[in-house]
C-alpha cells in the first residue's frame, strides 16, 4: 500500500483561499447593481414614513428624506423622478456604485431586484440600464436543482 501524504491545515486553508472560484452555476456572486446605479438615479423612492428611523422604529435616516404627503416619504433627489438618490454613491454604471445607507435603505429599494421571480430580467431595470447604456441582462439560469444544466462543472468547483 502507498503511503499518503498529509499536509498541514495552513497549507489547506491557504490552498483554498488563493485557488477559490466562484462555482459556474453560483449566480449569488454576481450582482449587477454593484456596477449600475441606474434604478437609484431614476425611479422616485417612496415609502411609508414609518420607515423614518425616530419613535416608530424605521431605520431611514431622516436627514435624507423629503416629506411628501401625510403618510409618504421619499429619498432626497427621487422626488420627481429622474434624479439622482442622495445616497448613492459612485459614477452611473461603473463597478464600485453603492448605496451609502444600504442596511438602513427603505422598502422599495429592499423589493427591487434585477430579476423577476422566475428568473427573467425585470423590465424596469432593463428599461433604465439601457438609457445609461449598459446591456441588458440575461434571464438567470434554470436552476430548480432537479434540471440539469448545459454548463459542465469547472475545475474548483464543490458538490453540493
Sequence with gaps: MKPTRTLPAQAVALSCATTSQAAAND??????????GACCAHFRVSFYCGEIAGEAGGTVPPELVTQVGPLRACMQGTEYGGKRCVALRGELGQ????????????SP???????????EPNPDCQRVRKAIGLPALPPLPNDDGETPTRTP????DIAA
Design 95 to 106: 463597478s464600485g456604485i453603492h448605496c451609502a445607507i444600504y442596511a438602513l435603505r427603505p
Design 109 to 119: 429599494c429592499r423589493e427591487f431586484s434585477p430579476w423577476l421571480e422566475h428568473g
Design 153 to 156: 462543472p469547472r475545475r474548483g
Design 27 to 36: 449566480t449569488a456572486t454576481y450582482n449587477p447593481c454593484l456596477s449600475c
